[in-house]
């Protein structure tokens, strides 16, 4: 408990203020806030017409919802649905970061922003707009390397989002972009064309969505669309630049659309849009031709684009940077920022001559009360938001700064891991607020970013100043791991039983610990020997909190796979991996790489001295047999540690780190093991202390068939291999006095099992 309470602690208090923040502001308006969208989606839960002006995803929530209470029911699932966006953006961090502190950064402005607080108390649509791109985001970024399978899910969930507000149609753009990047798949030629499937699979995953929703809507009106909107919005934005001198003073029609207003005196795209284009006795003169309103509104706008681009992406990218102001006002010509702040009183939008009526009678009909607020707890509320109670501008503006950065491999980020993700989470947060900038800027349209920016931030943060976690063997120096099980091979136990029972292994188990080994590891299983003599062979795959599909490549090369939650290095895996096959069926265990140096061919002349009874730990040696070395200092390395072993334990021992060896499983999981990196050597005394008798066999070893070792070549890397052998001597053979017993198997092989395994 102090562990954890020591790691998510800043997590825990940001988690009681925004539980708290939700109660007060369930407790202070109710039944639930209506804002003027609110009565659009109620007005449709009966036809579901998809020729409305919202799309139909958030009337299709209302009414699921509204089937198990009234607007004070649904505003509490929205609550708890802000709570659950926070813990979900969290967790998804810890994947990445290290240091719970850093990742609850990304968790403070969903559970903490004032504004966030408003529209989940509001009926609208945002806050499940929130949760479809949290989705997204989890099914892309959780599990490293996107599959076409979890590309095809993500397109499906963006899918959602767009038709819970349009508006989401813009994250196609980073989307794509992150099929194409995520795990430099494209540095290679084999890996274009995993890069094509998933892409593939994203793309038809959102058409898939779309294209039934488009048909559905051409059912209804008779062409293909997502929205009953029919430009009203571009005209607004259009109106408030144009220059009438500039439109063909020939086309009457145009220059009726024209706002009469002087430049300089012009309104703001709010006010064109909903009350100049929306009144619906404008224009009061007749139009000039056949052409509709619809038709002149949308000529009128693709004019004024043509004419006047840069004044155009001049009005866009001001309002883009109104986002990241340091206090939140009213600009001028703008939606009011009163709007999405909390009022002392219950705020009843103008809906015309019978407003109050109207909110009352939905209220009484689904909730039975009339609308009202808790002036004391209003007060409160309004206070907090008002005295700094929500994402500072610039902060907003840091994360996103931040995520370029990081995306751009800026420091270490180029190293790091985590430059597609936070260009996901980056793109996706900017290009939300630049599309919503490209018809109008209100402050209700920022709120999406506040799921995407501050993820983005931090990963890029992270990226560049090496905060994230440490791969295996980068020549680091981890903490030793807890005594087995600990939380990660609890979990990762768990999951394993849940997918293939208790006992699916065979006698003889292959234990393989993989990180980021998508492009290696297939080779390796399907070279794998079925059999070692008369024994099935199963071989048990153990990915160390991968960030590629290594899991999936496995399992679709038939071994077993046990996924850690989180990265610890190759120590933990195989640990993992001897208490997993020992308890599910293993009586011998082997050990091999992921990155084909070993030959599995050479199984047998690995097992008979340990069936046959001559030895209980069985190694192989490059140095009795044959090996190749990656660098000179490698080659060093392997001699001088055999002679520091030599000397520890006073037998000769030729190579420490052959990673290809057979133990008995009882064997193997008697001995401690702590070390998340330099396990080999702690292993292999470990054994010897016990006072198994130790064989090498002469074996070889090749270089790795692809990409670079995790093992690292600095003096760095060797010291800390000194340090793990001689702290496991120390352990082993000084305070804990090994080889006073010898070690007895627990079960005995016959000689014929030997002859026929032989």
Known sequence: MTRFLGRHWLLLLLLAGGVTLRVLTWLAYQPALLYIDTFRYLDNLGELRPTDLNPLGYTVVLKILLQFGGFAFVQAVQHVVGVLLALVLYRLALRYIRHGWLAAIVAAPVLLDGYQLQIEANLMSEIWFQAALVAMLWVLLSRGEPTPKRAALGGVLLGIAVLTRTI???????????????????????????????????????????????????????????????????????????????????????????????????????????????????????????????????????????????????????????????????????????????????????????????????????????????????????????????????????????????????????????????????????????????????????????????????????????????????????????????????????????RYGDAPLSPLVVVIAAYNEAEGIGPVLRNMPTHCGDLPVSTLVVVDGATDNTAEVARENGAFVCEAPRNRGQGGALRLGYHLAAECGARYIVTTDADGQYDNAELPMLMKPLLDGSADFVTGSRRLGTGKYDSGIRWLGVRVFAVLASILTLRKITDTSFGFRAMPADLATSVTLREPQYQSSELLLGVMARGARVLEVPMTMNLRNNGKSKKGRSLKYGANYARVMTGTWLREYVLRGGKRRPYVRKQEVTAAEGRKTA
């Not at 813009?170 to 030629?189: D, N």
Request: charged share 20%; net charge neutral.
């Open 168 to 498: 989401g149609f813009t994250i196609a753009v980073p989307f794509v972009l992150f099929l194409l990047l995520a795990g430099g798949a494209w540095r290679s030629r084999a890996g274009w064309k995993r890069i094509g499937v998933r892409t593939a699979a994203g793309l038809a995953g959102l058409a898939v969505v779309l294209g039934l929703y488009g048909t559905y809507f051409y059912t209804q009106a008779g062409r293909f669309g997502l929205t009953g909107a029919q430009g009203n919005v571009l005209y607004g934005r259009t109106a408030s630049i144009a220059d009438c001198g500039q439109l063909p003073q020939h086309d009457a029609g145009l220059l009726m659309m024209c706002p009469p207003e002087p430049l300089e005196e012009r309104l703001g795209v709010d006010y064109y849009t909903h009350f100049r284009y929306g009144d619906p006795n404008w224009p009061a003169e007749p139009l000039p031709d056949e052409r509709s309103k619809e038709t002149l509104a949308r000529q009128f706008a693709y004019r004024v684009i043509l004419n006047q681009p840069v004044d155009l992406a001049l009005a866009v990218l001001e309002d883009f940077g109104k986002n990241f102001s340091p206090e939140k006002k009213t600009f001028p010509n703008d939606v009011p920022v009163e709007r999405w702040q909390f009022q002392l009183y219950y705020p009843y939008h103008d809906l015309g001559a019978e407003t109050v009526q109207i909110y009352q009678a939905m209220t009484l009909a689904y909730d039975g009360v009339l609308p009202g607020a808790d002036l004391e707890l209003a007060s409160f509320l309004r206070g907090y938001q008002l005295g700094g109670g929500y994402t500072w501008g610039p902060v907003l503006a840091a994360f996103g700064l931040f995520g370029i950065l990081g995306a751009a491999g800026v420091g270490k980020a180029r190293r790091s891991g985590l430059r597609s993700a936070a260009f996901l989470a980056t793109g996706s947060g900017l290009i939300i607020l630049l599309g919503s900038a490209a018809f109008e800027f209100s402050w209700r349209y920022q709120l999406p970013a506040l799921v995407l920016l501050p993820l983005g931030g931090v990963l890029g943060l992270a990226a560049m100043f090496g905060l994230n976690k440490r791969r295996p063997g980068g020549g680091g120096r981890r903490p030793k791991m807890a005594d087995y099980p600990d939380d990660v091979d609890k979990a990762a136990a768990a999951e394993f039983r849940s």
